[in-house]
């Protein structure tokens, strides 16, 4: 096999070889002046953004737009969309980590554009940025820095919830350069900006500005390693110096021996520097040492982590430090465990027996060449590269008799991941350490967001990832851009994703609605399976009605009374109570929600839906609770006067509960006035708990007065009399009652209680009366009163041999004898 110079393009800076490698040819349109334009790239090969430089004089082309836009391009030239830009002078703009575009305008406006496709977040710098204007910007992954035209530095320091703060005070004078230290590599972790000021530099934060104390500025331009530990300066003569961060240490100086300043300059990793003229390319290593490359013409440099891409009309090439794997296996001369390996392919396709004497020579340290091996076809982007370097890797691995090829098997895997998505038409160039940062979940995004669905799908099977936020997506642009009927785009789509699992129907309903597409939203929403995201899409859409039936086919009491709540703020009471009430189990809700926390509200859904009952017991309630009997009188009122009308026929009697429940009250407020003993308070107290306290007490009239305005039953005044006479041990009262010849509850109640409250001789008294019980209940009462004779005369009247037997046993004295007497005239003579 006829291999290519691994080695073709590599340039040996210092002690470090970097090579440029050519990604793409033949890139972009003929039609398209790259040098008109500035470029940014997005990081891990990501999307370039081009737009127009309105410094240049462009030539007029037939049927060309005159309106600004900023073009989103592959690496390999490939159009992905046009962005229209309306917000005047572009004054930043960069990627964030995660492919947002962000554009920062000179007013202090900025977008955040998401999905390459014109979907953009408006937001506003603030701080009197719309007034005084925006000088320049400086972005990090996260966020960014705005030089206003008064030197006053604005710092955004996420792209996710932007809050933008002023950095401390800028010194007074023209700013020649200036750049930033994210928040990850300061120790104040917060973003620091290093501004060239007269002959110095400054270091700002949010707190203070910090004068580093150089003499030899004015510096032209400052670039800080992406490690952060490390800052270029370009000096006025045209020097370059690579000093530490904190601006201690010089390590290098260079001098590029131009008469122009350089557009810019960026970094190539942590270990070197890249100056860019328009056509002209300067790679200063470490020690001061450089590498030149001349184009025909202009060339855009777009740093990423491991490396900077070189953009030209004609090509896009890539300029790295060589990996050290790719060194030991290809570096000229190289004696290494691997070359050797990597040769002995050659030697074995050759059937050369050296191969095997190769193999002999380093089986030491074979597992190390054969993991070298597999590394370097990694970094290797041409195939029959990489194919030679896993055959070696195979070839060695194969000699061992103890190798995981776990390590050999995701390299195999890996490498169809890169190499497809390098393909011209993708025009996604991915470098080994790139796709280790990356991670494939965030490449299958960047292809989603590319549109390339089916690449995408292919990859996810392959690296056994999900399939559905492909489809979503999809479908999505699906909904969005089909103009066909409503009911044939939802057909496609639904059939589409038939048997598909975890699709969200409602983030495609929504794109739908964005799209103004409402009835094709509502549809798409019936399929989606989950409640509680049907819902609140169907709420923004304004479909209330169909939201709440939703909720309530889901069973979710919060997804309910989320919808009545939102419901509740945005339309009229009646209009509310309208549907609530049609719908039971919503009603229900309400009214055990209302009842805790709103009662006006419970108040006015009584009222609407007619149910004074339900009203009045509200206003009962709030009687219970108020402090002054008059408050409570007043309640009392309003809720007769609110069953006035009412055709419900309860409503009469609790029209009657609610008036007697008002004289009682002012019975109850006199009792308190005039009864002046330490009994407490007769307010609140039901009418039987103030007749039983007013006996007790002593003021039986006053209790009979109650009983007679009240209709109470005589059963229960006497039940009530006699408890509170016993609990005031009234026994005087009660032996006067117990002269009545009839009693409505009957006697034993008497014995009962007084026998309970331990007056044996009183409760004796009430024995003769119980006629209706049978003799030996008789009996037991009189034993329990320890009249004992007295039970046996009982006994001996019902002639119960027996029980006079039993008597016996429990008898002394003189009762012994009686009942001995009993016994004897019971018992029959011979």
Known sequence: MTLANPRVGWEKIGTEFYRKTTLYASTFDSDLDLENYHCVGAPFSGALALW???????????????????????????????????????????????ERLLVVAEDGTFHVYF???????????GHGAEDIGVSSVRFWSHGFVALLKNNALVAVNSFDEPRPRLLAGAPEGEVHAWNLIPPAHTLSRSVEALLAVGASVYVLDVNEAEDRGLTDGPFKHISVSPNGRFAALFTEDGKV??????????????????????????WCGNDSVVLAWEDEIHMVGPNGVAAKYYYDDIVHVVPDVDGVRLITSESCEFLQKVPDECEDVFKMGSNSPSSILFDSIDLLEKKSPKADENIQRIKASLPEAVETCIRAAGHESDHALQKQLLRAASFGKS??????????VEMCETLRVLNAVRDHQIGFPLTLAQYSQLRPDRLITRLIHRREYLLAIKLSEFLRLPLNKIYVHWASQKVKASGGNDENVRDVVVDRLKGKHGISFEVIARAAYEEGRGNLATSLLNHEPRAGKQVPLLLSMEEDEV??????????????????????????????????????????????????????????????DDRPIEGSDLLLEEAMEQPQVQAVIDKLKLASRLLTDAKDPNAVMHTKGFAEA?????????????ITDSSGSYI????????????RSGYGKRAAKVQSEF????????????RALVAARLWGDVEEIGKSRKSPIGWEPFYNEVLGAGNTRLASSFIPKCTNLKPQERIEMWVKCGLVNKAGEEALKAKDMNTLEQLRDKATGPQLAEIERMITQLRPRR
């Open 711 to 722: 209709k109470v039953p005589e059963k229960t005044w006497w039940w009530v009399r006699l």
């Open 684 to 695: 609140g107290l039901s009418v039987n708990e103030t007749m039983f306290r007013l006996v």
């Open 547 to 608: 939201a709440l039936d939703k909720a309530i086919e889901s069973g979710d009491s919060d997804l309910i009374m989320f919808v009545l709540l939102h419901l509740k703020q945005k339309m009229p009471l009646a209009t509310f109570f309208r549907i609530v009430n049609s719908k039971p189990q919503a009603a229900r809700l309400i009214e055990a929600s209302a009842h805790d926390q709103d009662k006006e509200l419970l108040k006015d859904m009584y009222y609407q």
């Open 399 to 408: 000699v061992l008799d103890l190798y995981s090829s776990d390590e050999f």
């Open 241 to 266: 110096w690579v000093v530490g961060s904190d601006f201690q240490n010089k390590y290098s100086e260079y001098d590029s021996k131009a008469k122009t300043t350089p557009n810019q300059i960026y």
């Open 115 to 125: 999905g390459l496709h014109g979907d953009f977040h408006p937001y506003s710098l």
């Open 662 to 674: 008002s004289v009682l009250l002012r019975m109850q407020e006199a009792f308190d006035r005039e």
């Open 52 to 98: 127009r430089d309105t410094n240049k004089v462009t030539r007029y082309r037939t049927g060309a737009s005159n309106k600004t836009s900023i073009d989103i391009y592959s690496c390999s030239g490939k159009l992905i969309s046009k962005l229209n830009w309306e917000k005047g002078s572009i004054q930043g703009l960069d990627w964030s980590e995660d």
